[in-house]
């Protein structure tokens, strides 16, 4: 069974900066991508980032580029989101999901077969 638990969010202010981690509990999957959505309230889940099994590619919504960075460390089953500069319209509930048994585009939520159960990131003015 594949399991993603995702830890580090938490209430922080503007400007602060956060690390959330995923790790995956299932043996072998290093070897696909992963990505990072949040949902803020009242608004659908959206992308963050994503990153293909070697680390080798990295991308990033438009509004998380150049403050966020993404990163996955193989040997621990596990993938990060470095969060700084953080702005209020950050705040959300933030998923990590894994793409097992497909290849379409990590951009879109249906690409992905497995979630973890998100956690929260809260950022005051």
């Known amino acids: 069974q594949v399991q993603l638990v995702e830890s580090g969010g938490g209430l922080v202010q503007t400007g602060d900066s956060l690390r959330l981690s995923c790790v995956v509990s299932?043996?072998?999957?290093?070897?696909?991508?992963m990505g990072w959505f949040r949902q803020a309230p009242g608004k659908g889940r959206e992308f963050v980032a994503s990153?293909?099994?070697?680390?080798?590619?990295?991308a990033y919504a438009d509004s998380v580029k150049g403050r966020f960075t993404i990163s996955r460390d193989n040997a621990k089953n596990t993938v990060y989101l470095q969060m700084n500069s953080l702005k209020p319209e950050d705040t959300a509930v933030y998923y990590c999901?894994?793409?097992?048994?497909?290849?379409?585009?990590?951009?879109?939520?249906?690409?992905?077969?497995?979630w973890g159960q998100g956690t929260q990131v809260t950022v005051s003015s």
């Open positions: 299932a043996r072998g999957l290093s070897n696909y991508p």
């Open positions: 990153i293909t099994w070697s680390g080798a590619n990295t």
């Open positions: 999901a894994v793409q097992i048994y497909n290849s379409a585009s990590l951009y879109y939520e249906n690409s992905y077969d497995y």
